[in-house]
């Protein structure tokens, strides 16, 4: 149950800076056995889920090509463009340039 609620916490505060220890005591554990019972239900750490469900917005917010990518960073929640580039590749296994790229390929390939 406390891992659900925490996953609603992090979803509605995703988009800004938010620390484990915020959303531990959101759901009134310690923050030892929140990061403890987080992971064993998860199987991710609680930055590594934070910043997931950043880039799952973030891919969505890069399909519209008037959307800036520092716009997406921003809104997301990352505090520096090169903190989300990094991020984006490490997840995605590509850039937000070449992740939208492909996103329009794929599109008109389909047009």
Do not use: W
Request: hydrophobic share 40%; net charge positive.
């Amino acid at each position: 149950e406390s891992v659900r609620v925490a996953r609603g916490y992090i979803e509605k505060h995703k988009h800004r800076e938010l620390a484990f220890t915020e959303v531990a005591a959101a759901v009134h554990l310690s923050a030892f056995h929140f990061c403890k019972v987080f992971r064993k239900a998860t199987g991710l750490t609680f930055g590594h889920y934070l910043s997931l469900m950043r880039i799952e917005d973030a891919k969505l917010k890069l399909q519209n090509q008037h959307t800036r990518i520092s716009q997406a960073a921003f809104a997301v929640g990352f505090q520096s463009i090169a903190q989300f580039n990094r991020t984006f590749r490490r997840f995605t296994g590509e850039s937000p340039t070449e992740y939208r790229r492909a996103f329009y390929r794929a599109g008109s390939a389909v047009s």
